[in-house]
């Protein structure tokens, strides 16, 4: 989910049988190590528990959009943004 989901994005991954949530993740400029590392931990212990494989993604918009110094201020950003995390 997104905070400001107004296109009401939902993961395409899952509601079928034989399919999975392929990656779970974040999408702030802000790093913090100490809850990657419990959703990490949480991922890892789905993964083995259902024979899984999702990832976590740390999206960081100053990487994704530098030429707007991480601002997400046009609808085509908006839309990279919401498939990334789909």
């Known amino acids: 989910f997104h905070h400001s989901n107004s296109m009401e994005v939902r993961s395409t991954d899952t ?3 034989g399919r999975s949530v392929r990656s ?3 999408h702030t400029v802000h790093r913090d190590p100490t809850f990657y590392d419990v959703v ?3 991922i890892r212990r789905d993964n083995e528990a259902r024979g899984n494989s999702a990832t976590f993604l740390h999206l960081d918009p100053q990487k994704l959009f530098e ?3 991480g601002r997400v201020i046009t609808p085509q950003q908006t839309d990279i943004l919401y498939q ?3």
Do not use: F, S
């Open 84 to 86: 990334q995390l789909a």
């Open 15 to 17: 509601g079928e049988e």
């Open 67 to 69: 030429l707007t110094e």
């Open 40 to 42: 990490k931990r949480a």
């Open 24 to 26: 779970v993740g974040v």
